[in-house]
Nanobody, 124 residues
């Protein structure tokens, strides 16, 4: 069974850092495009960052450029999101997605597998 699971969320003060992790089953990780999305209360799920299958091409939403870094470790079947200089507007549930395409993909309808989400709360 395909599995995608996020971890690493929490409560942090503005200006702080968090690192999210996403573990996937090996069958989907090695050739799939991967991405991080977030959904704040009352808003639609939106792209944060995405990466193609081999990590060579990345995409970042304008709102996180220069602050967030997406990375992947094929040996460990892991996807990461390093979040620095966090702002209250970064508060949301963060989701890891896997797409049966090489990527990077910025629209959530192209993703086939999702984790359950992890809450990130940034206090001012």
């Amino acid at each position: 069974q395909v599995q995608v699971a996020e971890s690493g969320g929490g409560l942090v003060q503005a200006g702080g850092s968090l690192k999210l992790s996403c573990v996937t089953s090996g069958r989907i990780f090695s050739s799939y495009g991967m991405g991080w999305f977030r959904q704040a209360p009352g808003q639609e799920r939106a792209i944060v960052a995405a990466m193609n299958w081999n990590g060579g091409v990345t995409y970042y939403a304008d709102s996180v450029k220069g602050r967030f870094t997406i990375s992947r470790d094929h040996a460990k079947n892991m996807l990461y999101l390093q979040m620095n200089s966090l702002k209250p507007e970064d508060t949301a549930v963060y989701y890891c997605g896997a797409a049966r395409y090489s990527g990077p993909l910025v629209r959530d309808q192209y993703y086939h597998y999702w984790g359950q989400g992890t809450q990130v709360t940034v206090s001012s």
